[in-house]
T-cell receptor, first 115, second 109 residues
Framework: SAVISQKPSRDICQRGTSLTIQCQVDSQVTMMFWYRQQPGQSLTLIATANQGSEATYESGFVIDKFPISRPNLTFSTLTVSNMSPEDSSIYLC????????????FGPGTRLTVT | DAKTTQPPSMDCAEGRAANLPCNHSTISGNEYVYWYRQIHSQGPQYIIHGLKNNETNEMASLIITEDRKSSTLILPHATLRDTAVYYCIGAYNTDKLIFGTGTRLQVFP
């Protein structure tokens, strides 16, 4: 299994500002994923981040709003730009399992509140 | 990816089997059925997956109907720690997991 940590675990931000969320994995992985979970809702995939290439965004998510970096095989960042209260959510990163491609391992999430 | 339908909530007595149903009538022949769960304030956790045959691991059993249009996740002896939202997902692989609304399972003493 993969152990994933995220920083910060939670934050309260003012509208109009940006927050960068870090995701660190304890092993090298090819694919990393970023999800958003709005209050009381299910998870929604934001983008897939492969090392060495630009992230692939899902419908409804754009790079200008959610820029993603993937500088190496163990690390990724997601920035939530020009935040509004509607961006208040839990943001989670995950990775595909190495020994088994049938599992995704999820980080603990970053709880973001925008005021 | 297949659209899945699950009941919004279920209750189960501690020590009893919890049987969580999922309908996936549009699933393609080579799409797997994945089950994940999300315990409150945690990231989702993989439980089990299957294609055609029934599967069992240390956490649960997965029963898939012969026509593959539905499946049931079975937690044989539910505990209070099994209280969570359970997601049934139809997908070719884990490259793109689309989470539905899931079933909120409440295990009571």
């Amino acid at each position: 299994s993969a152990v994933i940590s995220q920083k910060p675990s939670r934050d309260i931000c003012q509208r109009g500002t940006s927050l960068t969320i870090q995701c660190q994995v304890d092993s090298q992985v090819t694919m990393m994923f970023w999800y958003r979970q709005q209050p009381g809702q299910s998870l929604t995939l934001i983008a897939t981040a492969n090392q060495g290439s630009e992230a692939t965004y899902e419908s409804g998510f754009v790079i200008d709003k959610f820029p993603i970096s993937r500088p190496n095989l163990t690390f990724s960042t997601l920035t939530v730009s020009n935040m509004s209260p509607e961006d208040s959510s839990i943001y989670l990163c995950s990775v595909a399992g190495q020994t088994s491609s049938y599992e995704q391992y999820f980080g603990p999430g970053t709880r973001l509140t925008v005021t | 990816d297949a659209k899945t339908t699950q009941p919004p909530s279920m209750d189960c007595a501690e020590g009893r089997a919890a049987n969580l149903p999922c309908n996936h009538s549009t699933i393609s022949g080579n799409e797997y059925v994945y089950w994940y769960r999300q315990i409150h304030s945690q990231g989702p956790q993989y439980i089990i997956h299957g294609l055609k045959n029934n599967e069992t691991n240390e956490m649960a059993s997965l029963i898939i109907t012969e026509d593959r249009k539905s499946s049931t996740l079975i937690l044989p002896h539910a505990t209070l720690r099994d209280t969570a939202v359970y997601y049934c997902i139809g997908a070719y692989n884990t490259d793109k997991l689309i989470f539905g609304t899931g079933t909120r399972l409440q295990v009571f003493p």
